[in-house]
């Protein structure tokens, strides 16, 4: 079931692979000893993206020496190195929320703490209404309630729709001219890094590290009709410590948002990241820090 794996520079973590419901299987990255006793944390990431988002972040909330835990960041299915559905209309909410639950119960990661970017925030909310007990704590990493429509068709603009690059250095490039407005500060090693997670060398050819027929989920995505908003499923989550964090240049979660989810929730921690755009990359040594103390807090 576990096979060794290693990030250069980065600590060991264990590749695992969980049953669906339906057979598919799916993967997760591992960090920390099984039988720590805080409260373990689940990383959700973005709709297009892979555990490999959070491979620092985890990697230190593992590794507190006051308080070590399991930290399982998860692959939803059609990303990274989970299975492809043959269907991609199973590519929904109802579908990966499901798939998030098979994991944590084979995984006897109940309850935890979640750390959801974007989707990874939308799946938090949607379990936190579901399924209450399952969550100690939560931090949603630039989304709330309510979605900003032109961000949204923003990602719908090239979600299965990325150039093929030559090479990573040409896919550094591409996501420098997709994203550098909104992460100005960005060098150029972090813009490759960003290309070895967005891409992956198959037989010669750069393929994205998700199945490109993800953006048949966007189709309806329209400035006429507004997203319903996420008020209710918000609110479920008023029994556990929550966190909320914006990206200063972000066109998903605005301030107005923000300060809305803080009227309503006057004991919710937030951080604003400056420089950076949706989402946040949860990698800068005080951001993780202030997660790791938000993290300790939520151990009974």
């Known amino acids: 079931m576990t096979s060794a794996a290693r990030l250069p520079s980065l600590p060991a973590y ?3 692979f969980v049953s669906a419901r339906d057979g598919l299987k ?12 805080g409260v373990p944390v689940i990383c959700l990431p973005g709709l297009s993206r892979t555990a490999a988002d959070f491979d620092v972040l985890a990697a230190a909330l593992a590794g507190q020496q006051t308080s070590p835990r399991r930290v399982l960041a998860l692959d939803y299915r059609g990303r990274g190195a989970s299975d492809y559905d043959r269907d991609p209309q199973n590519y929904n909410a109802a579908v990966e929320l499901a798939d998030v639950i098979a994991v944590v119960t084979a995984l006897e990661a109940i309850p935890a703490i979640y750390v959801g970017t974007s989707r990874g925030g939308i799946l938090t909310m949607l379990l936190a209404a579901a399924r209450p007990t399952l969550i100690a704590g939560a931090v949603l990493n630039d989304i709330g309630p309510v979605i900003d429509q032109k961000g949204l068709l923003r990602i ?9 690059p030559r090479n990573f250095e040409e896919g550094a490039d591409i996501l420098w001219r ?7 500060r960005l060098t150029a090693q972090d813009w490759l890094k960003a290309a070895h997670q967005a891409w992956r060398d198959f037989d010669g050819r750069m393929i994205t590290t998700y199945d490109a027929r993800l953006s048949e989920t966007l189709k ?10 996420m008020w209710d499923q918000f609110d479920a989550l008023a029994g556990v410590p929550l966190m909320a964090i914006r990206g200063a240049n972000s066109d998903i979660l605005s301030a107005k948002t923000l300060q809305a989810m803080k009227a309503r929730r006057k004991d919710m921690e937030t951080i604003v990241v400056a420089d950076q755009g949706h989402p946040p990359l949860l990698a800068e040594a005080d951001i993780v820090a202030r997660i790791g103390l938000f993290v300790v807090a939520c151990d009974p």
């Open 14 to 16: 264990e590749t695992l």
């Open 178 to 184: 997709l994203f550098g407005a909104q992460f100005p």
């Open 26 to 37: 799916l993967h997760v990255r591992a960090w920390g000893p099984r039988n720590a006793t």
């Open 220 to 229: 309806s995505v329209d400035l006429e009709r507004p997203l319903p908003t």
């Open 156 to 164: 719908k603009s090239y979600v299965g729709k990325m150039p093929e």
